[in-house]
């Protein structure tokens, strides 16, 4: 018989009673239950974002205050008298992410290491009250690996309990329990909208209205205010130009019988995406600043990681994650630079001498010590393909000496300064990265040999992955066998030469969702390798059902080049019906020239695409992340260059140079036709049902390119059985020469976020039709496709949603293409095709004046410098939002279009740019 006994909440009913019946259950999984301590219950969740150091977490205070409520009790019951000390003992891989507390709040000190821990009991009466508090969620990974060691393992949540007595004869074991840190639950779209958080991004200069992000914050802020939701704005002092706030952080819960503890999962991510440059400070300080409070914690586990370092000489060093980014960001500044060089030679050379280039250096993703040393050779390639293009009279680049010239100089340069920032010195093969001061971070200097070095590229490109980033975690409804839901993440598995795996995602992270398997949600993994950015919220959204509230499934909205495309068959169809035999005759062979891309003619005409909006060309020194206009455009830039010729001031000017700082205005608009002419079969090939077989890249290796959307839906089809999979017009870009990868050419209408009864959808900026004539197209495209009612498009139905209504933002300077005049001339320009052919250029001027009253001054220009949301009163209807908005009906949803172009010339839209506070699902009770 036990002369001690340990009671705590075992039969999970909220309270510690001693009761026998409670203590019987002691040791029946998962025992009893603890949060982990991640919040700070002595401070409210401030309404208003500010700058401001790290908030110090409850599990970091020496002494607990009464009202922290996450420590779980646990009593020492004497039963009867018995010699020696007393000790508590954590078993388990979690035994060092937990502590003892004793009755006065204060830790006690542990001793041991490993899987062992043992806690030495103050002496005191009986029963002796005590607690036991987790510091960490389970599965989270270890806080040190050694670069060249094993992976190691990892915990699942589980931690036994002894109660031992040192006897004079021997330890006695006088107790055993169990105890579970509760899993971290993730929320979806399901949970009521309680915050909605957004960068504010400004740019005064009017030569820069791509950086400034004014007219989404407006529309964002018009869809929230009706529903007294807070959009909680987040400055420019705290975020310092990054505006990726959904990559920053996911939401989820834990649980145990005193109620939820929401948690934001920090996401791994280091650095400002959509800023100009390395910029400090980035979202990383605005999480731990303003969210730790009562009720709300932070998981930091993947920013309290470290590599130890070894040398050629045996010595060691750290690396913490924090400090790490800046190994990587030389890393990735060789690694881009090679690409850059190879899409340089792709850009201004022959198919034949970049399938040269390709058999002598490889492909442009080799490992880092063999890029750092083969780019002065890649660069001298570079010159020579340049010169034989200024040469070659079928180049859009003939005669161009000027500006090739200035290309190989910026590309000389930026080889040089890494050669200068990265030397090799003689001998055995091995570099030495030094890492500048940063902040609190000092500077470092990493000797390490060839192989090391090998390693450290791959654990930081793991550590610093996209696929890592919040927007790459969506959270899918619940079903039979995920009571809590499925987190979908964008990962691919791929066997490597040795026998081992390579993930898209960290494996550390992967192996911390996987870990909390117990909290009864699954796991669902989707390829998008393919897309440049790599996240799931680029393919889908998970959206409750609003007229079937009792179905837990709701639907998913996909992005969809099917319908896209269709929907842009069918316009062309529609024009040509429409047009007279003379006109006719053009278009059924239509071939591109430069000054007819207007598509006006005839009874049904229709729109360009994009109308208004321009590229962002965008590489400055520093910048990660060069920003190229799409490769549609580039194609048909390149070609419109030969058929004109080098003219200034071109209406489709080509960047000259990846590292070119400032460049024209580069305008978006393109018609169906030259849609169709420019594009490469990557749109087709994404819904694929039977690709035409595996397709390889220049180093043999698989390509995906083919067939990866009707994979995804296959997918969730197999995990949820009839779930509703809708699909929204989204056209892809072609795939890169290179990277053969891809983004979204048309804003992705799938990036959107949930705010019931609303969805805040991105502008498409599709092609524009008349009304009658955008009612044939879209019941012809329903019939074919299904997802909507044919008899959903009627006049009066488009005419009530206000879809035949078009408005613009623009600020001075902010219209596209090089146009002279003044704004209302210029919005002119832009608009003119939503006018018959035959209509008065002047008249249309004085409508769009007419229609937004008080916003031009007597000379036709805008007042003021800031946004304004102009009317323009050609009374045609967007097809790409006509679909939509019937999809979101069918679900029971009304549509808030937000101008989300800042964030589509990003790669990105306005669920990259929004994050959300959620509620917890109630009632969830994982351990049942």
Not at 189 to 210: I, K
Not at 350 to 356: F, G, K, M, S
Not at 530 to 536: K, P
Request: hydrophobic share 40%; net charge negative; with cysteine.
């Amino acid at each position: 018989m036990t002369a001690y006994r340990l009671h705590a909440d075992f039969d999970r009913d909220g309270r510690l009673s001693a009761r026998p019946g409670e203590w019987a259950r002691r040791q029946a999984p998962p025992g009893a239950l603890v949060s982990a301590n991640l919040d700070d219950d002595a401070r409210r969740l401030p309404t208003t974002v500010t700058p401001g150091d790290a908030v110090r977490l409850d599990r970091e205070l020496p002494v607990k205050t009464a009202g922290d409520d996450e420590p779980a009790g646990l009593l020492v019951e004497e039963i009867t008298a018995a010699p020696g000390p007393l000790f508590v003992v954590l078993r388990g891989a979690d035994a060092l992410r937990c502590a003892v507390i004793d009755a006065t709040g204060r830790r006690l000190a542990g001793a041991g290491a490993g899987n062992r821990v043992r806690f030495r009991l103050p002496v005191g009466p009986f029963p002796r009250r005590l607690a036991l508090e987790a510091v960490d969620l389970p599965a989270a990974p270890s806080a040190n690996t050694v670069l060249s060691g094993p992976a190691p393992g990892l915990p699942d949540g589980r931690v036994t309990v002894w109660l031992e007595r040192d006897d004079p004869g021997g330890t006695v074991v006088e107790d055993e329990v169990l105890f579970t840190v509760s899993p971290f639950v993730l929320i979806g779209n399901a949970g009521a909208l309680e915050r909605l958080y957004m960068c504010q991004v400004t740019a005064d200069d009017p030569a820069r209205p791509l950086d400034d992000n004014g007219p989404a914050v407006a529309e964002v802020q018009a869809a929230l205010q009706p529903l007294g939701v807070p959009l909680t704005l987040i400055p420019m002092e705290v975020h310092g130009g990054d505006s990726w706030i959904q990559d920053q952080y996911q939401l989820g819960f834990t649980e145990t019988p005193d109620g939820p503890l929401r948690v934001l999962l920090h996401a791994p991510r280091t650095r400002s995406d959509a800023a100009q440059g390395v910029v400090a400070p980035n979202l990383s300080s605005m999480v731990v600043g303003h969210f730790p409070s009562r009720g709300l914690g932070i998981c930091q586990s993947f920013w309290d990681r470290e590599l130890t370092i070894t040398s050629p000489d045996g010595t060691t060093g750290r690396l913490g994650f924090p400090g790490s980014d800046r190994a990587l960001v030389i890393m990735i500044r060789v690694k881009m630079l090679r690409r850059q060089l190879f899409e340089s030679i792709a850009r201004i050379g022959t198919d034949v001498e970049l399938n040269t280039t390709v058999a002598v250096f490889g492909d442009a993703t080799v490992e880092f010590f063999r890029a750092r040393n083969e780019l002065p050779a890649l660069a001298g390639r570079l010159k020579q393909v340049a010169r034989a293009a200024a040469e070659r009279p079928d180049s859009p680049w003939y005669k161009e000496h000027g500006k090739l010239g200035r290309l190989v100089q910026n590309a000389e340069k930026q080889v040089e300064d890494v050669r200068r920032e990265i030397p090799v010195p003689q001998g055995a093969p091995q570099l030495r990265l030094r890492l500048p001061a940063a902040g609190r971070l000092p500077q470092q200097d990493l000797l390490m040999s060839e192989a090391e070095v090998g390693r450290l590229e791959k654990r930081l490109q793991q550590w610093h992955s996209s696929h890592n980033f919040g927007g790459n975690i969506e959270v899918g409804p619940p079903h039979a066998k995920a009571p809590a839901g499925v987190v979908v993440v964008g990962n691919q598995t791929t066997p490597q030469p040795d026998g081992s795996t390579a993930t898209d995602m960290d494996p550390e992270l992967l192996a911390f969702l996987r870990g909390q398997a117990q909290g009864r949600q699954r796991m669902l993994e989707i390829d998008t390798s393919w897309l440049d950015v790599g996240h799931v919220d680029e393919v889908l959204a998970f959206v409750p059902d609003l007229r079937d509230p009792q179905s837990q499934k709701g639907a998913v909205l996909r992005a969809s080049p099917f319908v896209a495309l269709r929907l842009v068959e069918a316009a062309r169809r529609e024009f040509m019906a429409g047009l007279s035999p003379g006109e006719l005759t053009r278009y059924k062979n239509w071939l591109p020239i430069p000054g007819a891309r207007l598509t006006y003619e005839g009874a049904n005409p229709v729109t360009h695409l994009l109308r208004g909006m321009q590229w962002l060309h965008q590489h400055e020194r520093g910048q990660l992340l060069p920003i190229e206009p799409p490769e549609v455009y580039l194609s048909m830039a390149a070609l419109y260059r030969v058929l004109t010729g080098p003219i200034p001031n071109s209406p489709l000017p080509l960047p000259d140079s990846p590292w070119q700082p400032t460049t024209p205005s580069i305008p978006a608009g393109i018609s169906i036709f030259e849609l169709d002419y420019f594009r490469d079969g990557t749109n087709e090939d994404l819904e694929d049902p039977e690709p035409a077989g595996p397709r390889t890249g220049p180093d043999g290796a698989s390509v995906p390119a083919k067939g990866q959307l009707t994979e995804t839906e296959e997918k969730l089809t197999t995990e949820y059985g009839a779930i509703p999979i809708l699909k929204l017009p989204v056209i892809f870009d072609d795939r890169s020469a290179i990277a053969e990868q891809t983004a979204a050419f048309t804003p992705n209408l799938a990036n959107l976020q949930v705010a019931a009864p609303w969805l805040l959808v991105p502008r498409p900026h599709g092609p524009r039709m008349d009304v009658d004539a955008a009612v044939r197209v879209l019941r012809t495209v329903a019939e074919q496709v299904g997802d909507v009612k044919a008899s959903r498009f009627t006049p009066q139905w488009l005419r009530a949603r206000g879809l035949d209504r078009t408005v613009f933002w623009a600020r001075p300077g902010s219209m596209a293409g090089d146009l002279a005049g003044d704004d209302a001339e210029k919005l002119t320009s832009a608009f003119r095709d939503g006018w018959p052919k035959a209509a008065d250029r002047g008249e249309i001027r004085q409508q769009i004046v007419r229609a937004n009253p008080g916003a031009f001054d007597s000379r036709g220009f805008l007042r003021g410098s800031t946004w304004r949301k102009l009317q323009i009163p050609e009374r045609k209807v967007d097809l790409f939002e006509a679909w939509t908005e019937a999809v979101a009906d069918r679900i029971g949803y009304r549509v808030s279009w937000v101008e989300a172009w800042y964030y589509h010339v990003r790669l990105g839209s306005i669920h990259c740019g929004t994050n959300v506070l959620r509620t917890a699902p109630a009632g969830l009770r994982w351990w049942r």
